[in-house]
């Protein structure tokens, strides 16, 4: 079993829906990142969070350390927004980050 | 401000050759890192450097791989007799320190033939 897991692994959504990508993880984490990949290649951090719930325009992300889940919800979403969405932690004094395999998310206008 | 940058962006070599791939990462940046995201795999951590300290090579996949950063800034990863399965991309990223955010370069794409 990988350590961390993401749901679903391709999901297409018409433009304005809100949009749900799922995170779980079997390790005690330090911190957990959620990614964004072009299909470019380049990649963008997203966001960064031990607790609680960080948002950054359309972009909401939570997590429950108790049940070692976190969620990525895109409000509104755009076509801009098909991208890979990569989740990661940081498990406990480990500095390297352990990745998922990727949510592809398509928007279609 | 500059990014992280990686040179070069693309490289095919023939099996057996040597590769160095670079990586210029934020300036003050004191955490460097990288990884490889083979085709239609995730990705995948090789190593990393903080400041002074002796760098994490766990990650690397076999003793033909190997990294040095020179003074604390620009590193070089170095794949000796390339083989085809290291057909991948190879994304550097640089932080503040380990426990901030990581900025990630554009990556080098390396094909083995």
């Known amino acids: 079993k990988n350590e961390v897991e993401q749901s679903p692994q391709n999901l297409t959504a018409q433009e304005g829906e809100f949009i749900t990508i799922n995170c779980s993880y079997s390790?005690?984490?330090?911190?957990l990142h959620w990614l964004q990949q072009h299909p470019g290649g380049g990649i963008v951090s997203l966001f960064m969070?031990?607790?609680g719930k960080k948002k950054h325009g359309r972009l909401i992300a939570t997590i429950n350390i108790q049940e070692k889940h976190s969620s990525l919800h895109i409000t509104a979403s755009h076509p801009r927004d098909s991208a890979v969405y990569i989740c990661?932690?940081?498990?406990?004094?480990?500095?390297?980050?352990?990745f998922g395999s990727g949510t592809q998310l398509t928007v279609l206008p | 401000g500059a990014g992280v940058s990686q040179s070069p962006s693309n490289k095919v070599t023939e099996k057996g050759k040597d590769v160095e791939l670079r990586c210029d990462p934020i300036?003050?940046?004191?955490?460097l890192y990288w990884y490889r995201q083979s085709l239609g795999q995730g990705l995948e951590f090789l190593i990393y450097?903080?400041?002074?300290?002796?760098?994490?090579k766990s990650g690397l996949p076999s003793d033909r791989f190997s990294a040095e950063r020179t003074g604390g800034s620009v590193s070089t990863l170095t794949i000796q007799r390339t083989q085809q399965e290291d057909s991948a991309v190879y994304l550097c990223?640089?932080?503040?320190?380990?426990?901030?955010?990581?900025?990630f370069g554009p990556g080098t794409r390396l094909l083995v033939l």
């Open positions: 969070l031990s607790s």
């Open positions: 450097f903080q400041g002074n300290s002796a760098p994490d």
């Open positions: 990223a640089s932080s503040l320190n380990l426990v901030e955010t990581q900025y």
């Open positions: 990661a932690v940081r498990s406990g004094s480990a500095r390297q980050l352990t």
């Open positions: 300036s003050g940046h004191t955490a």
């Open positions: 390790v005690g984490i330090s911190a």
